[in-house]
Every structure is written in structure tokens, then in C-alpha cells.
Nanobody
Framework: QVQIVESGGGLVQPGGSLRLSCAASGFNLNSYIIGWFRQAPGKQREGVSCIATSIGSTRYADSVKGRFTISRDNAKNTVYLQMDNLKPEDTAVYYC?????????????????WGQGTQVTVSS
């Protein structure tokens, strides 16, 4: 059974950092595209970053380039999202998702399996 669990969210001040984790069970993350998405209240789900887990290539939304870093640990079957220099507009529920087709995408419609999400709040 495919299961994806996000963790690491919380409350942080502007300029602070958080590291989100996406742990998979029931399948091997290797050779999939793993994406991070976020959804703020009243807004559409937005693609933040994705990674090709077998080779480590990455993509980022313009809004997070230079501040967020996606990485993977295939031995732990886990993908991470390091978020630095956080801004209030980064406040959202963050979701991890798996795309079975091995091409990059930051569109939520292109992903097949989703976690339950973790809340990130950036506020002073």
C-alpha cells in the first residue's frame, strides 16, 4: 500500500528556516518524480519544487528559487525540502506528491499519490 507522510512543518519567524520531510512506504521512491506543493487558504494548489529521484535533477518555482532546496535520500526513501529565508507569503499547507511518469512537472494534476500535508506558518 502506497503511503506518503510529510513532517517538519511549524511556526517560524520571517527570515527563519524549516526542513520538511516526505517519507514513503509501500514503494521505492527511486525512479519517480517527487514534488512539493503548497496551498494557502482561498488559493489554488501551487507547485513549489520537484526532483527526479534517480539522478537528483531538480526544478523550482520562481517564487522559491534561491531560498528552497529539494533533496533526496534514497536509502531512507525520503525527500526533503529545505526552506530558508522564509516569508509570510510562504504560509500554507505543504504537500508531497509522487508522479509515476518520469518527466518534470509542477502541475498538481500530473501527480498520482499525495500525502496529508503539513502546515507551515511564517509570522512574527
Amino acid at each position: 500500500q502506497v503511503q506518503i507522510v510529510e513532517s517538519g512543518g511549524g511556526l517560524v519567524q520571517p527570515g527563519g528556516s524549516l526542513r520538511l520531510s516526505c517519507a514513503a512506504s509501500g514503494f521505492n521512491l527511486n525512479s519517480y518524480i517527487i514534488g512539493w506543493f503548497r496551498q494557502a487558504p482561498g488559493k489554488q494548489r501551487e507547485g513549489v519544487s520537484c526532483i527526479a529521484t534517480s539522478i537528483g535533477s531538480t526544478r523550482y518555482a520562481d517564487s522559491v528559487k534561491g531560498r528552497f532546496t529539494i533533496s533526496r535520500d534514497n536509502a531512507k526513501n525520503t525527500v526533503y525540502l529545505q526552506m530558508d529565508n522564509l516569508k509570510p507569503e510562504d504560509t500554507a499547507v505543504y504537500y508531497c506528491a509522487v508522479r509515476r511518469i518520469y518527466t518534470f512537472s509542477l502541475s498538481a494534476n500530473d501527480y498520482d499519490y499525495w500525502g496529508q500535508g503539513t502546515q507551515v506558518t511564517v509570522s512574527s
